[in-house]
């Protein structure tokens, strides 16, 4: 890695890059743009409490990802979460209550933490969970639905917390997104994209970019079909391979160079949406931004993960707090170490290299029996 490489400039100006073009995007709703000036000024404060962390040794992340429920609805084709057991049907048992992820939000807010990225499984299904998030208006909290329970309810608890922003999956077209996510998804996606327009409400799309979509998804016609139903964030996530089988749906190197080509085309010349890629362009963040160095990921029984792509943990936030979470043994070991930093096929860094995250986390429970 450049050893001049500043990180957490790198972070900050991309967190204020982000606000600036949801700012941007929003000057035509005033009651949206009035919320995004208040949360510019938060950002802003946030990003002055990481810093001053920083510069005395510690490093806090702006993005939280919580997947505050491991049910779901839906049987996506190739879902990572599914075949990593993260995603069931039944009911999870020993997940993390509302009072304890309200918790987290607190502890997220003291650290200066911007953003958190709620999924799931489904997360609209833990609404008590979202309407606690509502009421912590320093952060931004994207929340990732399949959208098939969007309600009244939902609709008038977006309208009153702005900081609550719906990202629904979306594949492309009616006949790619019903292939992957099931009959009559798409239209249900329309039906609710038409109505949050309709309510003056801002909406997001998440894009799981594969080799079979990633020239749709970023095509005029597609993008042109989004910003007319209001949609003023895109969010390109590139597909993981879970499986042998799935290998070959992950972009390659000539298609993720694609695509985040044409975003940067999008972001000048597109305004009107916010685009944003994930993992998106390593090379310029110095590797990969997973394990506390731009994020990491709580699953729904609170342990504290890489990303949703690596699930292996070493601590659980049900039995600390969230900080000892962020500087756990396994995020330090690599953050300091190669992995993050090594060339790999596409989608997950982590993933790719699970044997040596595995071995991490034995090394480091040998040490802590060694000390016992």
């Known amino acids: ?5 500043d990180l957490q400039n790198y972070l900050i100006e991309g967190v204020e890059g982000v606000v600036s073009e949801a700012l941007r995007a929003t000057l035509k709703n005033p009651r949206e743009s009035a919320f995004m000036l208040k949360f510019a000024k938060a950002s802003r404060a946030a990003s002055k409490k990481r810093r001053i962390a920083e510069d005395s040794g510690e490093h806090i992340p702006p993005f939280l990802i919580c997947s505050i429920t491991s049910k779901c609805n839906l049987h996506c084709a190739g879902c990572y979460s599914r075949c990593n057991h993260a995603t069931t049907d039944t009911e999870p ?5 509302g009072e304890e992820w309200l918790r987290i939000f607190d502890e997220s807010d003291e650290l200066g933490i911007s953003f ?14 979202i309407e606690a998030a ?21 609709f008038e608890l977006f309208d009153k917390c702005r900081n609550l922003v719906p990202i629904m999956s979306i594949e492309g077209s009616r006949e ?12 249900k996606l329309i039906s609710n994209m038409e109505e949050f327009k309709r309510r003056g409400l801002i909406f997001g799309a998440s894009v799981t970019v594969t080799t079979q979509n990633y020239s749709e998804v970023c095509s005029g016609s597609f993008l042109d079909e989004l910003s007319e139903r209001g949609c003023k964030a895109v969010i390109f996530v590139e597909y993981v391979p879970v499986t042998e089988e799935s290998r070959e749906l992950a972009p390659s190197d000539p298609e993720r160079e694609y695509l985040m080509e044409k975003i940067a085309y999008l972001r000048e010349n597109r305004p009107e949406m916010v ?21 990491f990921h709580i699953n729904s029984h609170g342990g504290a993960e890489p990303c949703p792509f690596s699930p292996y943990s070493d601590i ?13 043994p396994l995020f330090t070991a690599l953050q300091s170490g190669d992995i993050l930093l090594d060339d790999h096929e596409g989608g997950c860094v982590l993933y790719e290299k699970r044997e040596l995250v595995e071995a991490l986390i034995a090394q480091g429970i040998q040490l802590t029996d060694e000390l016992s």
């Open 1 to 5: 890695m450049n050893e001049n490489f």
């Open 176 to 187: 790619i997104t019903d292939k992957r996510r099931g009959n009559g998804i798409y239209d």
């Open 134 to 154: 509502g009421k912590k208006q320093n952060i931004m909290f994207p929340v990732f639905t399949n959208g098939t329970y969007m309600d009244e309810r939902y």
């Open 93 to 97: 048992v020993k997940q993390l209550t």
């Open 116 to 129: 958190i990225l709620l999924a799931g499984g489904e997360p609209m299904l833990r609404r008590d969970i």
């Open 316 to 328: 659980n936030v049900k039995n600390t707090s969230l900080r000892e979470a962020i500087h756990s």
């Open 275 to 295: 685009y944003i890629a994930f993992p998106g362009d390593e090379k310029g963040s110095g590797g990969c931004v997973a394990a506390g160095r731009g994020f």
